[in-house]
């Protein structure tokens, strides 16, 4: 699985959109970007994922570059509860692989009153 | 509602002693997965399981057994020779199928402590 940078931390405020980036330079054509965020103390919470085209669910939107060399999620507007550590993960198409997902170190958001 | 659900939320083992941590499913996902989270860290995948009677080890299956009797349920036991089982340990489970992206979907989990 490609490997995937994140910086360790970022505050936001509440009300505003959180941009969270993500590099993975080495990604290939047959990986998905994944992002999940963990509050403390509990299980990691899926969010989002994308190949190539950008996503958007009820809960953020994924935006991927064209070279998919990087990633962004934003949560259009965030709240206190979306206050977490954010893991962009890259994992290979589940068919060739045994379906593991690597988290590195994440982002830790705090959302500021 | 539909989940996963790990039990119990806390357990604590004595020394030599073996322990089997419950996770069930009724999302009808045929994958599940049991991960390790270490304070500060990442998860780290101990066993994984495609269908039923089926499993396979991950990067730190030694000291942990498994199995996959029922689809709904993948139980994980961590035994005494596990030198450094106090962790944060995390089921999840997916829907296969070809071509199949599917996210993994993740317990609330079990934290295990050693007396």
């Known amino acids: 699985d490609a490997k995937t940078t994140q910086p360790p931390s970022m505050d936001c405020a509440e009300g505003r959109a959180a941009n969270l980036p993500c590099n993975h330079s080495?990604?290939?054509?047959?990986?998905?970007v994944y992002w999940y965020r963990q509050i403390h103390s509990q299980g990691p919470q899926y969010i989002i994922h994308?190949?190539?085209n950008n996503e958007t669910n009820e809960m953020a939107s994924l935006i991927i570059t064209e070279d998919r060399k990087s990633s962004t999620l934003i949560l259009p507007h965030a709240t206190l509860r979306d206050t977490a550590v954010y893991y962009c993960?890259?994992?290979?198409?589940?068919?060739?692989?045994?379906?593991?997902?690597?988290f590195g170190g994440g982002t830790r958001v705090l959302v500021k009153p | 509602d539909g989940g996963i659900t790990q039990s119990p939320k806390y357990l604590f083992r004595k020394e030599g002693q073996n322990v089997t941590l419950s996770c069930e499913q009724n999302?009808?996902?045929?994958?599940m997965y049991w991960y390790r989270q270490d304070p500060g860290q990442g998860l780290r995948l101990i066993y994984y399981?495609?269908?039923?009677?089926?499993?396979q080890k991950g990067d730190i299956a030694e000291g942990y057994s498994v199995s996959r009797e029922k689809k709904e349920s993948f139980p994980l036991t961590v035994t005494s020779a596990q030198k450094n089982p106090t962790a944060f340990y995390l089921c999840?489970?997916?829907?296969?199928?070809?071509?199949?992206?599917?996210?993994?979907?993740f317990g609330d989990g079990t934290r295990l402590s050693i007396l």
């Open positions: 999840a489970s997916s829907l296969q199928g070809p071509g199949s992206n599917q996210p993994q979907h």
């Open positions: 080495t990604i290939s054509g047959n990986e998905y």
């Open positions: 994308g190949l190539k």
């Open positions: 993960i890259v994992r290979v198409d589940p068919k060739a692989a045994g379906n593991k997902l690597t």
């Open positions: 999302l009808n996902h045929d994958a």
């Open positions: 399981s495609q269908i039923v009677n089926d499993f």
